[in-house]
């Protein structure tokens, strides 16, 4: 019977070594002192830490509270722009008595004491314009004649 893993001539081929010799040795400088001494990091003590760290972890967490909570200063309110438009048309129909539709006023409005903006509307069928001012924070406000 003939071996499958045997050469051309019989002999079994040699296995190629798995491990390889070991670097030559590497000498370092010289130990016997001639090192400078090893410098020994200082730990920052933990009350310092508590001390520099706790304060200042406060008055971040006070400034994000009082942003999110206090309007104006992260949060800005605005107008909601269908409300607005219900409003004026209702201020136009039923104190000034008129015969208003379609009234449009611009998206995104900021509620601002003492800012003013214009409306459009429909007034018995003629285009005019309405100026809106607003009275307070909590989104009141006051609508001109049309003009």
């Not at 994000?64 to 004026?88: E, H, S």
């Amino acid at each position: 019977m003939t071996n499958p893993y045997a050469g051309a001539d019989g002999d079994f081929p040699t296995p190629a070594p798995r491990w390889a010799p070991a670097p030559p040795a590497q000498w370092g400088p010289d130990s016997t002192g001639s090192r400078p001494p090893v410098e020994r990091r200082r730990r920052v003590s933990r009350k310092l830490l508590i001390a520099v760290v706790g304060p200042a972890v406060a008055v971040v967490a006070l400034v994000a509270v009082l942003g999110l909570v206090w309007p104006g200063f992260f949060v800005t309110k605005v107008f909601d722009t269908a409300a607005l438009q219900q409003g004026v048309l209702s201020v136009l129909r039923d104190d000034y008595q008129l015969d208003a539709d379609l009234v449009a006023c611009p998206p995104g409005r900021s509620v601002e004491v003492g800012s003013r903006f214009s409306c459009s509307a429909q007034v018995a069928g003629v285009p005019k314009t309405v100026t809106v001012r607003v009275l307070s924070s909590d989104g009141r406000f006051e609508v001109g004649r049309p003009q």
